[in-house]
T-cell receptor
Framework: ELKVEQNPLFLSMQEGKNYTIYCNYS?????LYWYRQDPGKSLESLFV?????AVKQEGRLMASLDTKARLSTLHITAAVHDLSATYFC???????????FGKGTKLTVNP | AAGVIQSPRHLIKEKRETATLKCYPI?????VYWYQQGPGQDPQFLIS???????DKGSIPDRFSAQQFSDYHSELNMSSLELGDSALYFC???????????????FGSGTRLTVV
């Protein structure tokens, strides 16, 4: 059974600092997704990573995928307060289109 | 651009009552998924439908049922509601990509169900 682990679960950082969120998964998968969720809101798609070595960047966020290590990272550069949210990675279960989510990383960026 | 529409946005029910949640996928999307997110939890897959047939099933209680209709909208029916059913219920849709996979998922805004 596919398991997805994120760490850290809670992250408090200062504006302007850099940090990385890690997502490990237990079985082979074709696709990995990163989502952002604000409190009580929907899941906003950030990145879809489809192949080994994939790297995508959008603003201060950059995501990468290493399928051999079964590891994805979400790197935050020069954090700003607006990035405060919960970030989820999700992996497609092999043989189905079901997404298995990590527990989420609650990010708080302090001024 | 059209998004995934869920209704209602909020729903308050008493224990043992029934609830029906509706989901209207993006036009031309043929697959619908339902997820349940408890307070402070990650979303958990409940059930999915492809071309009006159930395609996968997760940790959906027997008290819940769902279907996809001819216009591709889907409904999640929940009976004998329990306090623990209080959660955000998300619907997502996708379009199948052959020979496998899809073009990505789009999530709706969710229905917040509160059972009192």
């Amino acid at each position: 059974e596919l398991k997805v682990e994120q760490n850290p679960l809670f992250l408090s950082m200062q504006e302007g600092k850099n940090y990385t969120i890690y997502c490990n998964y237990s079985t082979t998968s074709d696709r990995l997704y990163w989502y952002r969720q604000d409190p009580g809101k929907s899941l906003e798609s950030l990145f879809v990573l489809l192949s080994n070595g994939a790297v995508k960047q959008e603003g201060r966020l950059m995501a990468s995928l290493d399928t051999k290590a079964r590891l994805s990272t979400l790197h935050i550069t020069a954090a700003v307060h607006d990035l405060s949210a919960t970030y989820f990675c999700a992996v497609e279960q092999g043989g189905s289109e079901k997404l298995v989510f990590g527990k989420g990383t609650k990010l708080t960026v302090n001024p | 651009a059209a998004g995934v529409i869920q209704s209602p946005r909020h729903l308050i029910k008493e224990k043992r009552e029934t609830a029906t949640l509706k989901c209207y996928p993006i036009p031309r999307h043929d697959t619908v998924y339902w997820y349940q997110q408890g307070p402070g939890q990650d979303p958990q897959f409940l059930i999915s439908f492809y071309e009006k047939m159930q395609s996968d099933k997760g940790s959906i209680p027997d008290r819940f049922s769902a279907q996809q209709f001819s216009d591709y909208h889907s409904e999640l029916n929940m009976s004998s509601l329990e306090l623990g059913d209080s959660a955000l219920y998300f619907c997502a849709s996708s379009r199948a990509m052959y020979p496998g996979g899809n073009y990505g998922y789009t999530f709706g805004s969710g229905t917040r169900l509160t059972v009192v």
